[in-house]
């Protein structure tokens, strides 16, 4: 049967309605439609970028070191482990030791950090020392299970001398409850953490070749695998890897959900791009905004949805709520973990018209609530604006409606439900519901409060 090659116009068509990875495998495969694919906007649901791996949709791209001992050398269950994962996310030197992060930047690179920092360094005699005490401290505690001693006895009498006598027999006891086949593999591994010190010393080379392997994985597929030789750092693999994907392509890439990258460098071609609608799981995005912004095209903005999270106190009100992106979403989720009280005064500051607490480990009171709902009165919130709070007691909800109804002119009660006038025919809503009812699994609580404003009909 004779076939027709797809026109120049279908085929930008196809290829723009394609999965993006299915459309990158094709365009590797076939170099004729190479240059129209890159001219067709690539279509990316989700994103995320790292050091060494990049995530497009269901599939996960990552390069990493690979080690292949020599068939004579017992391969340490910690480096078995590694590899099974694709190898280790960092470079390592000749004596093995893992290499700081190269500061090297090359034309495309997003540096999302100050790089004028000295590099942690592993090699060094204080990490050689510590390392060597750590392995005496798990050999001690096997030699006690290995006697069959009372050992909480033995312990007991272990001598102490000094503040750091005392510290690392106090780790003894600690470790002398473990099993003896945790000890015996946290022994090996130490093990195997001296043996690039004695490389070192007696100028070894290790018992294994390295490699840099690339690996595909895609949910309900097998793994594809390439090693290649460590002829270049693993930074500059990754480069190699992010042109493929990304390089050369003439258009912005439109990316629906963007994951906040958690690394000190993006390694992406000249001329990368991204059209977002969403960013997911901000962390301190303070330290990293302009940077990133370098990547983000203008008409990003205002982002559909933006997830932030808050894991520490300092975190509120000084960094992240801050920035234009964030105040600028029309929904902003914020996951909070921080146990702080400050987050709700700290709403009442956001410009946002939509805002979800997914969670929070802090307990808020019903005049917290309360002081925001008068907010809102004070400030003539616009129509639109809905907040969502998880509520682990009713009897919160409860007293809130109360305050609002004795507390606020003309309210409107029901059972729970409480609406009062805002003027310019707008009425502010408070009521709760069951959470169950807003099929959301990241709402942990039982309830869920809803404050909006709504314009009377």
């Known amino acids: 049967m004779k076939t027709q090659p797809l026109r120049y116009q279908s085929l930008k068509v196809v290829l723009l309605y394609m999965e993006a990875n299915v459309r990158i495998k094709i365009s590797q495969r076939l170099p004729t439609i190479r240059s129209t694919e ?64 190269s500061n090297i930047l090359e034309a495309g690179d997003v540096a999302l950090i100050d790089l004028n920092g000295e590099p942690l360094r592993r090699d060094t005699d204080e990490v050689e020392e510590r390392v060597k005490q750590l392995l005496r401290d798990y050999e001690t505690a096997l030699a006690l299970k290995n006697n069959s001693m009372d050992t909480e006895a033995a312990v007991e009498e272990l001598p102490e001398n000094n503040d750091q006598d005392i510290a690392n027999n106090a780790r003894i006891r600690q470790l002398s409850s473990y099993s003896i086949e945790r000890l015996k593999e946290s022994i090996a591994f130490y093990r195997h953490e001296l043996l690039p010190f004695h490389y070192r010393r007696h100028n070894l080379t290790p018992p294994y070749t390295c490699y840099i392997q690339l690996t595909v994985t895609t949910k309900g597929t097998e793994n594809h695998i390439q090693r290649y030789k460590y002829t270049k750092s693993l930074y500059e693999a990754a480069r190699q890897l992010n042109t493929i994907l990304f390089g050369g392509r003439q258009c912005v890439i439109q990316v629906r959900d963007f994951t906040m990258p958690w690394c000190s460098i993006l390694r992406v071609p000249v001329g990368f791009k991204i059209r977002i609608k969403c960013i997911e799981k901000i962390l301190e995005m303070s330290f990293r905004y302009n940077p990133i912004l370098s990547i983000i095209d203008n008409s990003s903005f205002p982002l559909d949805k933006v997830t932030i999270s808050v894991i520490f106190e300092a975190d509120l009100g000084v960094n992240d709520f801050h920035l234009p992106a964030i105040r600028s979403a029309k929904l902003l989720n914020i996951e909070d973990g921080s146990y702080a009280p400050g987050l709700l005064p700290l709403l009442r500051t956001l410009p946002n018209q939509t805002v979800i607490l997914i969670y929070s480990l802090a307990s808020f009171q019903a005049d917290d609530y309360f002081a925001l709902a008068r907010s809102w009165l004070n400030d003539k919130r616009s129509v639109g604006t809905c907040y969502l709070f998880p509520i682990q007691e009713e009897e919160t909800v409860k007293e809130l409606l109360k305050l609002i109804k004795t507390r606020m002119e003309n309210p409107k009660r029901t059972k729970r439900c409480v609406t009062v006038c805002m003027g310019h025919s707008n009425r502010l809503e408070v009521y709760y519901v069951p959470a169950k009812s807003h099929n959301n699994p990241e709402f942990g609580h039982k309830w869920v409060l809803t404050m909006r404003v709504v314009r009377v009909r």
Not at 46 to 55: A, H, I, K, M, V
Not at 75 to 96: A, C, M, S, T
């Open 38 to 101: 890159k001219a067709v906007p690539l279509r990316i649901r989700c994103l995320s970028l790292g050091s060494t791996d990049t995530s497009i949709n269901d599939t996960k791209y990552f390069v990493r070191v690979y080690r292949v001992f020599q068939p004579d050398q017992v391969i340490p269950k910690r480096v078995e482990y590694q590899n099974k994962n694709g190898g280790v996310p960092y470079d390592l030197d000749n004596f093995g030791f893992q290499a700081s992060e």
